[in-house]
């Protein structure tokens, strides 16, 4: 544990100290994120935090990471390197979409190919055990793509991205700690600790944002750390008293705010014979602030559901993946759709409001 403790203390210390510079240098130069379209913020505001939290977890991994892991997770940091890098040339310049796929296609063959990292079965999920080798490959393939661009897609608020990346490296921190891993219950801590640190930056009115630089790295590791929990939980021994019985049920839970905004928006917006992937105002975080909520009063909300998910999860994990995986989706459903009521009900209201005054005038 002292490991683990002093690479949070040593992350966090170096991202708070290196994130007003990060502001400094970028407002200086005039590299701002600029308000306008779908964007929520205001100002003009760095969004380049992402170095900051790279830097400090990097440097603290290399100080307390026993050097024999070091040496084993060099692919690891090789694949953060790779999508650190594409992130901050999409923030000073966007590149094209098929560019960002390509560098996520290098960072998870990385992964898969040099440290064995990848879903090798269905875990019993759907009575499917083990996969074919190129099955187990293309399905990890597509989880690593999913939750790195997930993850993404959610930073569009002030401290969301940060704190629903603190719940989940907090939750895997602690499994791989109590398990014995503690190697990645090190890099777990390394993030948490800097992005608790960034997020005194990032929390309304947010003085920076992560950006792509933050988001794609801290996705891509979230992504690795994810498919590590299932695997290796599902194989350790059925007497180990910190085995989960449900390793696919309580991954998702854990990270279920961006994949299930990532699929609803997506249908949502295929309902409405549109892309996919064109930009609009209907993740789950416009909505909640089309109720009247605020920056941090959403924020919070969001956070309250990832945390009650994963408790529910963690107390049904009883059930086995083939009932838990249906309950926590179901919940997500029921959520959803309550929200869009909402909203729609919210909407009809103030329209309500505008015809009467638009009456008695």
């Not at 090789?78 to 999409?90: K, T």
């Not at 440290?115 to 690593?144: A, E, G, K, M, W």
């Not at 390394?190 to 990032?202: D, E, K, R």
């Not at 109720?291 to 994990?317: E, Q, R």
Request: hydrophobic content about 55%; some cysteine; glycine content about 6%.
């Amino acid at each position: 544990m002292p490991r683990t403790l002093a690479s949070l203390i040593t992350s966090f210390i170096l991202c708070f100290l290196l994130t007003p510079l990060v502001i400094g240098f970028f407002k200086r130069r005039n590299i701002m994120d600029k308000p306008g379209g779908r964007k929520i913020h205001t100002g003009d505001t760095p969004s380049m935090g992402g170095i900051a939290i790279f830097s400090g977890v990097m440097l603290a991994i290399a100080i307390w990471m026993p050097f024999p892991h070091i040496q084993k997770f060099k692919f690891l940091f090789g694949a953060m390197g790779v999508m650190f890098l594409v992130g901050l040339r999409d923030d000073l310049v966007p590149v094209r979409p098929l560019v960002k796929l390509a560098a996520q296609l290098l960072a998870s063959t990385m992964i898969i190919f040099l440290l064995d990292i990848r879903l090798s079965s269905l875990y019993n999920l759907f009575t499917i055990d083990q996969l074919p080798y190129i099955i187990s490959v293309t399905l990890t393939l597509f989880t690593f793509i999913v939750i790195t661009n997930s993850y993404n897609l959610i930073d569009g608020l002030d401290g969301l991205a940060s704190s629903i990346g603190i719940i989940a490296f907090f939750f895997f921190g602690i499994y791989f700690f109590l398990v014995g891993i503690v190697q990645y219950s090190i890099i777990c801590f390394s993030f948490i600790g800097a992005l608790i640190a960034f997020l005194n930056f990032n929390w309304q009115p947010s003085r920076i944002f992560m950006g792509d630089t933050g988001a794609l790295l801290i996705g891509s590791v979230l992504s690795v750390i994810t498919i590590k929990f299932i695997d290796y939980n599902f194989h350790l021994p059925l007497d180990n008293q910190f085995r989960i019985e449900s390793s696919v049920g309580v991954g998702i839970a854990v990270i279920i705010i961006p994949l299930f905004d990532t699929l609803r928006v997506f249908i949502s917006r295929a309902l409405k014979k549109k892309s996919p992937f064109s930009p609009d105002k209907t993740h789950i975080h416009h909505l909640l602030m089309r109720l009247g909520f605020s920056h941090s009063g959403t924020t919070l909300i969001i956070i309250a559901v990832n945390i009650g998910i994963i408790l529910l999860a963690l107390a049904l994990d009883f059930l086995g993946d083939n009932l838990l995986v249906p309950i926590v989706i179901a919940t997500c459903v029921i959520l959803s759709v309550s929200l869009d009521q909402l909203v729609k009900e919210s909407v009809a209201r103030k329209k309500q409001k505008i015809s009467k005054r638009f009456r008695r005038d």
